[in-house]
Structures are given as structure tokens and as C-alpha cells.
């Protein structure tokens, strides 16, 4: 019997995969506390796993300090060996890119790719001083030099990134030390450094065993590419301005639910992403701002000014709501026009209906009988009966009405009503 379990484990064991091989992450973003999770999360299942090496295909035009420093850290640390490749051609690891690309075990660039622009740009609120951006600019140059010389890069050549903007080629690059080597594509990177003996960051040596191993693809989980996107500016900003939309359309049409329900997870996914992005109070004043005006284009007659301002204060208030250097981190002026425009009008549009409809005299019930003429059945000297909307009422008139006269009815009293002479 013992045979038997002894037969089927071994046959399981044929058939499960093996965990051990080369973990393969995916970063063609942004840096911000999103992709800095999945990276992190990444290395760490490779240290689970017990994975031979990490590749870090690496694309981005820089991000956030924080997250940066949140990924450089866990590289740092990590027993397994991280290979940061930036490709294919035509990629770049701009600013944050760049530290992180050092960072690495193995920095790897393939042809007609580019890293550097690492300068430091204030973010969160005006304008640095001269003496504060100075004193940013020295920490972010000490903090790459404290990592590049013990990986054995030329840590002068990497601070010019800082202290001058400077970019480098692949081939510029590696001519001064910055990287490992050239590479088209992962395969070449396995069979160029298959077998190489690297430093690591704690002074340990460790050969690369990268031949035979499998390829395993590490994905974002379906919170983080959700998040990763409503983190674009421009998708955040739709988020909101739909999510508004929403809520007021159910606020002023009760039961509807669908608008209800989306416009408060637009708003939610939108809120969510402008707590992490760097937002400008000053952007916010101006939406919020430009809805006030809105409304009041709808309740007076300004033949189009106030929402014309209304447009103006959106659009501009969109342009610098998130504060941020980088071009990918900021609202574009097609999607501010885009969006003002249309939810301009349907907001006007909207708030017109519901100020005629609470003008609208009511049609029914004791309000709507108010106004209403009808003819005297009897004669009214105080007391009579006139008819309504097809109905008999008892009325009551301050003056003589003949029978056969129409009458205008000008208040209702429970079941009675008084009337005039029309």
C-alpha cells in the first residue's frame, strides 16, 4: 500500500511545475506607489519561489521619489539577483528610470534605448528656492552615488545625470560604465551572461545560472491594473467629472440607481488616485469653481458668460490640477477641452430642467385646481356649485355670480372652493 501513495506522490511531483527559474516583471509606467507595489511584490515571490533571477523589463519616463526609493530598496536587499533591462528599442528609463536602472545587479539597455534626465523636480506646491532645490539636488546625487559605486559603476559620470540632466545612449552608457551590456531581448541577455560573476550589494560574489531555467511572466492583480490606470491624470480626471455627473443625475431623479451606483465608483476610483497623485489645491478651487458657475448660468440670464467663465475655470483648473514635472503625470489640453465642453452643457442642460420644473404651476391635487376656470351650476350669492374639470364642487364667492357664468377658481378649501367672476 505504502508503494502505492509512494507512486502517486512521485507522479504529482512529475507534474507540478517547478517554481525555481527566472521571474520575469513588466514595468512600462509611471513610477508611483502602484508600480512600486507590483515590483516589489514581484521580488518577493522570486525570494518565495527561491527563483534563479529576476528581469525587470523596464520602460518609464521617471515617477515619484518615494516609490522609487521603495523599489531601489527591495532591489537592495533581495537575495535573488535582479537584471533591470530597458527595452525593446526604442524605450527609455528616464529620472526615476535611471536610479533604478543602476540600482540593479545587472543593467542591461538594448539598442536605441536612453536613461539619464535624472535632474530633481519640485512637485506638491510652488516653486522650490534656489538654496532648497539645491539641497534636493545634492541628496538625490548622494543617494545614486551610494548605491552605483558599490555596484561598481562610475558613480561621477551617473551624478552628471543629476547635477546636469544629462542623458545617455546604450552605447554611451556602457562605453562609461553605467551598464552591464547591450542586449536585443531577454534571450541574449541569458546567453551573454550566463555564467557571469557579479557583486552584490552586500559584498557577497554569486555566478548567474541563467541557461535552462524557465521564463515565468509575473502580472499585476486586477486591483493593481485598475488602480495603475484610474492613476493616469487624464483617465482620473474623467473618473471625477462622470462620477459628478452621476450622483447628480440620481440626486435629481430618485430610483434611477445605475447613475447612482457608477457615479459613486467613478468618484471613488478618482478621489483614490488624486490622494496618491500630487494634486494643486489651487486646480481644485478652479473645477469646483467653474461647477458653481454652472449653476448659476442656469438660474440667471448671462447670455453664455458665466459658462463661457465656467469653461475657462475648468479647463485651466484641469491643466495644472496634478503638479508634477513629468508630461505623462499632467491632465493634456484635449482631454480638459474634452471634457468641460460636454459636461458643461448637460450640467446647464440639466439644472434648467429642474429650476422650470419647480417653476411649472402643479397639475394635480389641490394646487393644480388653483387657476382653473369653470362654470357656475347655481346661482352664488355666498354659497353654490360650480363644475371643474368635469367634477361638482361646493363654492363660495365674495360677489354675486349668475348660474351659466364661468367662474376662475382662486383657492381650494378642502373640499370647497372659492371662486371670483371670471
Not at 140 to 159: D, H, I, M, Q, W
Request: charged share 20%.
Amino acid at each position: 500500500m505504502s508503494k502505492i501513495w509512494l507512486s502517486l506522490l512521485m507522479l504529482l511531483a512529475s507534474r507540478s511545475p517547478a517554481l525555481a527559474g527566472i521571474l520575469k516583471l513588466d514595468l512600462d509606467d509611471v513610477i508611483h506607489p502602484i508600480t512600486a507595489e507590483y515590483v516589489v511584490q514581484g521580488i518577493t515571490q522570486a525570494e518565495t519561489e527561491q527563483a534563479t533571477a529576476v528581469i525587470l523589463r523596464l520602460s518609464t519616463p521617471g515617477g515619484l521619489e518615494p516609490s522609487t526609493r521603495e523599489i531601489i530598496e527591495k532591489i537592495l536587499s533581495t537575495k535573488v539577483p535582479v537584471i533591470v533591462f530597458v527595452g525593446p528599442s526604442g524605450m527609455r528609463a528616464a529620472s526615476a528610470g535611471f536610479f533604478i536602472l543602476l540600482a540593479a545587479d545587472v543593467a542591461v539597455m538594448a539598442p536605441g534605448t536612453n536613461t539619464g534626465a535624472a535632474h530633481p523636480v519640485s512637485i506638491g506646491g510652488g516653486k522650490s528656492d534656489e538654496v532648497m532645490a539645491k539641497k534636493i539636488e545634492n541628496d538625490a546625487a548622494a543617494y545614486l552615488r551610494s548605491f552605483t559605486a558599490k555596484r561598481g559603476r562610475n558613480a561621477a559620470v551617473a551624478e552628471k545625470g543629476v547635477t546636469e540632466s544629462k542623458s545617455f545612449t546604450e552605447a554611451e552608457a556602457l562605453k562609461e560604465g553605467l551598464i552591464d551590456g547591450v542586449a536585443k531581448d531577454i534571450n541574449e541577455i541569458v546567453e551573454k551572461f550566463d555564467g557571469k560573476k557579479i557583486q552584490r550589494f552586500d559584498g557577497s560574489s554569486l555566478v548567474l545560472k541563467l541557461k535552462g531555467e524557465s521564463l515565468r511572466a509575473f502580472e499585476m492583480t486586477l486591483r493593481q491594473r485598475v488602480l495603475a490606470k484610474a492613476l493616469n491624470p487624464n483617465i482620473a480626471l474623467m473618473l471625477g467629472l462622470i462620477g459628478l455627473m452621476g450622483l447628480y443625475i440620481e440626486f435629481t431623479h430618485p430610483g434611477l440607481i445605475v447613475p447612482g451606483v457608477a457615479g459613486g465608483l467613478c468618484l471613488f476610483l478618482a478621489l483614490v488616485a488624486l490622494n496618491i497623485l500630487p494634486v494643486n489645491v489651487l486646480g481644485v478651487a478652479l473645477i469646483l469653481a467653474a461647477l458653481v458657475l454652472f449653476v448659476v448660468e442656469a438660474k440667471v440670464t448671462s447670455y453664455g458668460l458665466l459658462a463661457a467663465l465656467g469653461i475657462a475655470a475648468m479647463v485651466f483648473g484641469s491643466l495644472i490640477l496634478i503638479d508634477s514635472p513629468i508630461p505623462e503625470l499632467r491632465v493634456k489640453l484635449s482631454t480638459a477641452v474634452g471634457m468641460a465642453l460636454p459636461f458643461a452643457a448637460i450640467t446647464v442642460f440639466l439644472m434648467r430642467l429642474v429650476i422650470l420644473a419647480h417653476r411649472h404651476k402643479s397639475v394635480t391635487g389641490e394646487e393644480g385646481m388653483v387657476n382653473e376656470v369653470g362654470v357656475a351650476l347655481t346661482d352664488i350669492d355666498g354659497d353654490g356649485k360650480i363644475r371643474v374639470h368635469g367634477e361638482i364642487w361646493q363654492a363660495s364667492s365674495e360677489t354675486s355670480i349668475a348660474a351659466g357664468e364661468q367662474v376662475k377658481v382662486l383657492a381650494v378649501d378642502g373640499m370647497k372652493v372659492r371662486v371670483g367672476r371670471l
